[in-house]
């Protein structure tokens, strides 16, 4: 995404926004992740943002993401597709093919519940 569409797409949902294009990618920090690697808090420009905001302002696939500076632009490698709350697709395949069964993936993704036969 060239860095003026990124600073044009947050300026519009946030209008304190400021950035310098030239400088974007250099303004870019990535302050924290969730265990499971989601972006939970970044900085861009003089604002702090969540992954969710980034990802929604910029139509990414995840929150799960890393930059690259591509000269005028930056590329944005996402990890998965989803909001990374709630059962992961793929993690949940890879516990089933690990050996689990469905009570410990529901009870991996889901605390505090309850498997009953009803």
Do not use: W
């Not at 300026?11 to 926004?17: E, G, H, N, R, V």
């Not at 969730?34 to 808090?41: K, L, N, Q, R």
């Not at 069964?101 to 993704?109: F, S």
Request: glycine share 14%; proline share 1%.
């Amino acid at each position: 995404i060239s860095c003026g569409e990124i600073i044009e797409k947050l300026k519009a949902l946030y209008p304190d926004f400021q950035a310098d294009e030239g400088s974007l990618f250099g303004s870019i920090k990535i302050n924290a992740r969730s265990e499971a690697g989601y972006i939970t808090d970044m900085t861009v420009g003089n604002m702090d943002f969540t992954g969710k905001q980034i990802r929604e302002a910029l139509g990414l696939r995840s929150t799960n993401f890393t930059i690259e500076d591509k000269g005028g632009a930056i590329a944005f490698t996402t990890k998965g597709y989803g909001h990374g709350a709630g059962m992961s697709q793929y993690g949940a395949k890879y516990m089933a093919e690990n050996g689990s069964d469905y009570k410990d993936i529901l009870n991996h993704y889901y605390s505090g519940i309850n498997i009953e036969k009803m």
